[in-house]
């Protein structure tokens, strides 16, 4: 199997050959075969390996029975606070707040 990453004037070749036909199967837009050349590279490299799409990959998270993903209870123990106002998660605020006159005053001072 070859490398489908891998330059090659073969490869090269293939890909120049396929954006052309991609060119004019399109009309002969102005913007060439050049605009073409990722596709088809894209094309090409699935030619070469064409098995590349059926490769198992083994999921990060452990799956239940019905497929469905199962996550570790232990980042619940890390969601803490989510914003500064006090709620069922934190009993008191994250930033403090001044009055009405401490945040007048701090604005004059500046």
Known sequence: ME????DSPKRTASILAKAKE???????PTCGPEGYMEAATDLIGME?????GEIP??????????GEPVEDAKIQEN??????SMDEQDDRQEVPFGTRAEEEQALKNS
């Open 22 to 28: 991609m060119w004019i199967a399109d009309g002969k």
């Open 48 to 52: 070469i390996n064409p098995d590349a």
């Open 3 to 6: 490398n489908p990453l891998e």
């Open 79 to 84: 969601l803490g606070n989510l914003g500064g």
């Open 57 to 66: 990959v083994e999921s990060p998270v452990p799956l239940g029975p019905n």
